[in-house]
């Protein structure tokens, strides 16, 4: 990387990194090659930089007409898995993606602060989580372009204003709104949801304010079949790291590292797979060819023994590490 490089590059770069649509990709590059100085030392930066450019332009070519990078209300799925946040104005959303992640949000004492879908990276241990920061619900509802959005998520995240005397209500409107939709549904109602309550969770949010445990186990009572309820405080940052652990768990996903026979395995770079997965799913997300010649595995984890030979079906656990040899 040239050293020469103008700061506001590196802020453009970031806005780049953090781009999760592909308009919003090839504007910052632009931005970048237009302050880059041109002299020799940022040849090679350059070229890759337009490289990078015209992919893109490709990509956004080929996607029906571009229509979906033009809706605003699609969030591009980075990392481990995509977390959508649902609740009422003011109930403490974007502070959670303000706390835990870089995204840049806009956190406001009034409500309908936010008016667009907005994702951020919240690292976990070493991978990293997509949370979407989304527009309030409403009195009458959910908008109806806002359910694409909560529809491609992952798992679901619905808050819950605890300091607010009306949260008991809060939560059976919302509850209420999410069945109609069929987007969730309380246990017994829960055939035809989008998500069940494997895939939700509830933030019992601003739980530092005064009164609002007291609150908690009055919604607690008064809904029964409430979905897995977490309480949180942004502010003091209570439970925040419980939070994020069940939010791995329910993403039921496995983190699993390569090692190159006779080396170190790779443990900075894990690969995500779905909770159930086996070496040979492992071998093809890593490289076709891995996994068209594989012969055999060794792992170190869930093994019997450091460096077990395992056969393609034998079924991965969470951070296991994995050599594969080859027939060819
Ligand atoms: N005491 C306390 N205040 C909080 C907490 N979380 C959020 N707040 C405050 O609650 C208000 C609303 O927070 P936001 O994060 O903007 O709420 P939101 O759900 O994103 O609101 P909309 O964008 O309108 O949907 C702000 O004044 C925050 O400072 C918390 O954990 N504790
Ligand atoms: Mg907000």
Redesign the pocket.
């Known amino acids: 990387m040239p050293a020469n490089l103008p700061p506001e590059y590196y802020e453009i770069e970031e806005k780049f990194q953090n781009a999760s649509r592909i308009d919003e990709k090839i504007s910052a590059l632009n931005e970048m090659l237009s302050v880059i100085p041109k002299h020799k030392g940022t040849d090679k930066l350059r070229a890759r930089l337009r490289r990078k450019l015209s992919n893109l332009k490709e990509e956004s070519k080929k996607s029906k007409g571009g229509e979906v990078q033009d809706n605003p209300y699609l969030v591009e799925k980075q990392g481990a898995g995509q977390v959508v946040?649902v609740?009422?104005?003011?109930?403490?959303?974007?502070?959670?993606?303000?706390k835990m992640t870089n995204a840049k949000?806009?956190?406001?004492?009034?409500?309908?602060?936010?008016?667009l879908p907005q994702p951020g990276m919240m690292p976990y241990e070493d991978i990293k989580i997509q949370l979407v920061?989304?527009?309030?619900i409403t009195e009458e509802g959910i908008p109806g372009p806002f359910i694409s959005t909560i529809s491609k998520g992952d798992l679901l995240l619905l808050?819950v204003?605890i300091?607010g005397e009306d949260c008991v209500e809060q939560m059976e409107k919302m509850l209420k709104f999410l069945q109609e939709k069929n987007i969730y549904g309380r246990n017994k109602d829960q055939k035809n949801m989008l998500f069940n309550d494997h895939r939700c969770l509830t933030a019992a949010?601003?739980?530092?304010?005064e009164g609002s445990e007291e609150r908690l186990e009055i919604l607690k009572e008064l809904i029964p079949d409430h979905p897995e309820l977490i309480p949180?405080?942004?502010?003091?940052e209570?439970n925040l790291d419980r939070l994020k652990q069940r939010i791995f768990e329910k993403l039921n996903v496995i983190r699993i590292y390569t090692k190159a026979p006779g080396r170190k395995a790779d443990t900075d770079n894990p690969f995500v797979l779905r909770k159930g997965a086996s070496v040979i799913d492992f071998a093809g997300r890593v490289h076709k060819d891995l996994a068209n010649n594989f012969k055999k595995a060794h792992l170190w984890g869930s093994a019997r023994f450091d460096g077990q030979n395992v056969g393609k079906d034998y079924q991965l656990e969470d951070q296991d590490i994995v050599e594969i040899h080859t027939s060819s």
Do not use: M, R
């Open positions: 946040l609740g009422f104005p003011n109930s403490g959303k974007s502070s959670l993606v303000q949000v806009e956190v406001a004492s009034y409500p309908f602060t936010t008016t920061d989304t527009p309030p808050f204003d300091a949010a601003k739980i530092d304010i949180i405080s942004s502010k003091t209570k």
